[in-house]
């Protein structure tokens, strides 16, 4: 069928109508008149031309597409910032003395740079410093933690049950979703939490790109810091 040819009305269903304009992509711009005097119903403006849906799905589409550009560049500066923050705090990691800087470091850093709501650092170790020995706290207290969120990996993100919440956080913080970090690996030294009052924060398929190098150095600094004597 060539273009300047009609097409047959006899035996011609819609798939059919629509394969041709597929194909002819330039049918109305070669019958302007056909195009004007179509109209198509729409649910807030009544019945309009095709030419003015047709614009109005353009000039939505460009507002969608402005909207994504958007949200990646909030997404890009989100990152950067958050990547800007891990190497301040590997830096300083670096160089700590004690469990009390270190824990002064990971609030400041993490919890007012990346803007979380709340952090809690338990030791199942006691610790060769003051202030580590006071992070310690009986293992079994922590258990059904390990098995069901850290059995199988030393990362858990997403939400966890009441009575779990408990053991890190105070209910006037309304933590909503959570990252537990377990620390020392088969030495079991503890668990680190962040939390925060977004419920969608942390997720289960959360990348733990930025988090591995700061706890290979936190591991490393509590070996250092603790006297290996496992709390009951």
Do not use: W
Request: proline share 3%; with cysteine; hydrophobic share 45%.
């Amino acid at each position: 069928m060539s273009d300047n040819e009609q097409i047959p009305l006899i035996d011609t269903t819609e798939e059919d109508v629509v394969a041709y304009l597929a194909e002819h992509p330039d049918f109305f711009q070669r019958h302007p008149e056909l195009l004007r005097q179509m109209v198509i119903s729409h649910d807030t403006q009544g019945v309009v031309s095709l030419i003015e849906r047709q614009q109005q799905l353009l000039r939505d589409k460009v507002a969608s597409q402005e909207l994504d550009i958007a949200r990646l560049i909030t997404t890009a500066k989100r990152n950067e910032n958050i990547y800007r923050a891990f190497i301040n705090l590997y830096m300083a990691l670096l160089e700590c003395p004690d469990s009390k800087q270190m824990i002064y470091l990971l609030r400041a850093i993490l919890l007012e740079q990346i803007q979380l709501d709340g952090m809690k650092l338990v030791l199942f170790i006691a610790g060769s410093d003051e202030h580590a020995a006071n992070l310690v706290e009986p293992r079994n207290l922590y258990q059904e933690v390990l098995l069901q969120r850290l059995a199988r990996d030393d990362y858990y993100f997403g939400r966890l049950k009441k009575q779990e919440l408990a053991l890190f956080f105070k209910e006037e913080q309304a933590i909503k979703s959570v990252a537990l970090i377990r620390l020392g690996g088969q030495k079991d030294l503890g668990i680190l939490a962040f939390g925060s009052i977004d419920e969608q924060h942390f997720q289960g398929d959360m990348d733990t790109i930025f988090l591995a190098p700061m706890v290979k150095l936190i591991n490393r600094l509590l070996l250092d810091f603790s006297s290996e004597q496992i709390e009951s």
